[in-house]
């Protein structure tokens, strides 16, 4: 970053003594670069980055993590307070638990799995959202009784706009292919450790017992897989354009919600 | 010199899989697990129509009474119960069975509505609150054959419909809504009388109770009616009390009609090309698109253009209909479920179906059934979810608030709702386990 060329150093209008040569004993103005300006004077453009990290990702965890340089920390807090939701793709398997709800955890159970359908996953599934629908609701800390609350309702754009627990919008299967499943989660305020309770709890209504074996998230907020980069692209060019290529998402975002 | 025992150690990855796989597998469930069915109620427990003695009297001294269950609360019934219907104060639930209890009911029983329930302190007076589901002794010819097809029960009757002997039906006949004869000062209460009905012309295959009216449909598409009539309610064509169940024609003559409906003074039918008639009370404007008199005492033909309709539910003072694609619509008095500005209307209003869970993410979700109490609706969808919205009468929303819902409300039942029922200030649901 600092060997590239940097901004060209600031001119000022001095009155120096006429060239030697002419004779004249009188002050010329020139325009000469500031001294103060000069890089050796200056030193490195950067010494540090103020790097900020958005909502966290486990170590187990992968998929898109938002990283705001500079000015984008304070439009990092802005996008918190969007309560934007995330996507997640969690694949479970069915028929262990594990004390941390992960396949690399203290085996704690095996049971068995094969009276388990799709039919039956989706049912659970559609409980999981109805009951996540009911905390939404409730957590918005909006009077149920206005007409602004039935017309947010309709539109579906109640959401908590501060503290809340854990809340699960969306919920629906993927792949199903006993004893492997893979889910896809739109959720708010959680954290992956929830998302694999979520796994363990799912595996329990169903008699049987599951853990997670992946968390990826594919989605936070206005930032896709496709925006993110890989860790092959980690240098400058690439990130210089992916902050160019979001500036404009994210502002439209911030516009719209605040 | 013996040496110590080495320690432990972190298990090595061989041993971690070892045990794994010499781990003991529990089952749980076997192939053959079946999904069982329960029953849920919720609301007014104060007159035993939850069928939980416990919250009117409780086991311990120094427990109290519970007033109201805000929230399912389950029932647990010895046969899959197939149908339920809740009335004024009371329950009643039937089961399919060929045993000889083939129908349980429980709450108010000054007028008789659930049969005679010997009391066990006199063996000469009846209860009059039964506070846990007993059994109602029918006088059937065949007990081990014939089996109950629907229960429904109005403020203060109750009537039951089987497969091969006609209707049943007993509690209050001062307005002659049991199909029999008014007798001046009959004392309905501790009485044995459970009058049958038989004479239609083609088997009984619905029947529905008003508040003091009944109605009958047949398999024909025929309708009759018997009970009070001051606000046009048996259709008939006068304003008196019927005490013999007659036919009704108006409209509907000829026409072959699917479903019936009605809870408080007002009655709705569907016809099997989806047309809605309407007759009954219309002071809260239930029948206003077709008049503006607030007693309508033959059946009229409700010129509504929001497609075929399904399925309709009648309440105390609003309707709802549900049509073919899965849209439900309100109109009428009270609160009608779009939220506290739409108070009354003449005109069916669509609710949104976002409010029943339909989204991008889910667009197949529409709404299978519709339901009404006197003042609360009740609709099911696809998905096996119970959105109701409402007064809230004592709980009965079963939401676990006491306010009223402006719009609708999932509420929380541990498994697939297939069967709601709604009443006065109480409701219950018949449930099938995951």
């Known amino acids: ?258 | 010199r013996r040496g110590l025992a080495a320690a432990a150690g972190p298990p090595s990855t061989r041993q971690l899989r070892e045990a794994e796989e010499a781990a003991p597998v529990f089952q749980y469930a076997g192939k053959a697990a079946r999904r069982t069915d329960r029953v849920f109620g919720w609301g007014f427990c104060y007159s035993g129509a939850l069928g939980v003695p416990s919250f009117v009297r409780p086991d311990a001294g120094w427990k109290k009474p519970r007033r109201i269950q805000p929230t399912p609360y389950r029932l647990e019934t010895e046969e899959k119960i197939s149908s339920a219907a809740c009335g004024y104060g009371f329950t009643l639930l039937a089961s399919k069975t060929r045993d000889i209890n083939k129908v349980w009911g429980m709450g108010l029983n000054k007028d008789s509505q659930l049969g005679f329930q010997r009391s066990r302190r006199d063996q000469t007076k009846g209860y009059e609150y039964v506070l846990e589901p007993s059994p109602i002794p029918l006088p059937l010819e065949k007990p081990q054959q014939t089996r109950v097809l629907q229960v429904s029960c109005g403020r203060a009757h109750s009537l039951v419909l089987t497969d091969s002997e006609g209707v049943f039906t007993m509690g209050n006949n001062s307005y002659g809504q049991c199909g029999r004869k008014v007798v001046e000062d009959e004392i309905y209460s501790g009485s044995h009388l459970i009058h049958q009905l038989k004479e239609f012309d083609s088997r009984v295959v619905q029947v529905v109770c008003g508040q003091d009216h009944s109605l009958f449909r047949t398999k024909k598409g025929t309708v009759y009616a018997c009970g009070w009539g001051a606000d046009g309610q048996t259709g008939l064509g006068h304003y008196n009390i019927t005490s013999v169940p007659t036919q009704l024609h108006g409209d509907i003559a000829g026409v072959n009609i699917i479903q019936v409906s009605s809870y408080g003074d007002c009655c709705l039918a569907v016809s099997d090309e989806g047309e809605v008639f309407g007759w009954g009370n219309s002071e809260y404007l239930q029948l206003a698109s077709v008049t503006e008199t607030t007693q309508v005492n033959v059946p009229r033909h409700l010129p509504f253009k929001i497609g075929r309709v399904k399925e309709a539910a009648c309440g105390g003072t609003g309707n709802l209909v549900l049509t073919e694609d899965g849209n439900v619509f309100v109109w009428g008095y009270g609160i009608l479920g779009k939220g506290p500005n739409l108070i009354e209307t003449a005109v069916p209003e669509m609710i949104p179906p976002s409010l029943f869970g339909r989204s991008d993410f889910s667009p197949d979700v529409c709404v299978a059934h519709v339901r009404c109490g006197l003042s609360q609706f009740a609709a099911l969808t696809n998905r096996g979810e119970l959105f109701v919205w409402g007064k809230n009468l004592r709980g009965c929303l079963g939401t676990g608030r006491m306010e009223d819902q402006y719009f609708p409300w999932r509420v929380t039942v541990p498994g697939e709702v297939v069967d709601v029922a709604c009443g006065v200030d109480h409701m219950v649901s018949m449930v099938r386990s995951f």
């Open chain 1, 1 to 258: 970053l600092n060997a590239a060329p940097g901004r060209a150093p600031r001119q000022q209008v001095r009155f120096l003594p006429a060239p030697a040569g002419s004779g004249a004993v009188e002050l010329v103005a020139a325009r000469v670069p500031v001294l103060a300006d000069h890089p050796r004077v200056r030193g490195p453009r950067f010494r540090k980055l103020k790097i900020g990290a958005g909502h966290r990702l486990d170590v187990k965890a992968s998929g898109v993590f938002v990283l705001g340089i500079g000015h984008g920390n304070k439009l990092l807090t802005d996008l918190y307070n969007c309560h934007l939701t995330k996507v997640y793709t969690v694949g479970g398997l069915f028929g262990k638990a594990t004390d941390d709800f992960s396949d690399t955890g203290n085996l704690v159970e095996k049971t068995t799995f094969d009276h388990i359908t799709r039919e039956k996953l989706e049912r659970i599934l559609a409980v999981i959202q109805g009951t996540n629908q009911k905390a939404l609701l409730m957590y918005s800390n909006i009077d149920m009784k206005t007409q602004e609350a039935y017309e947010l309702a309709v539109k579906g754009l109640i959401r908590p706009m501060g503290k809340s627990p854990p809340i699960i919008t969306a919920i629906r299967c993927l792949q199903f292919a006993v004893p492997e499943f893979q889910l896809e989660i739109h959720c708010l305020h959680e954290t992956q450790q929830y998302l694999r309770k979520v796994v363990h709890e799912i595996g329990l209504e169903l008699k049987s017992s599951a853990v997670c074996t992946q968390v990826r998230r594919i989605r936070d907020g206005v930032f896709t897989l496709d925006d993110a980069l890989p860790r092959t692209q980690w240098n400058l060019q690439s990130i210089q354009e992916a902050i160019r290529n979001c500036q404009l998402k994210v502002e439209t975002e911030l516009e719209r919600t605040l």
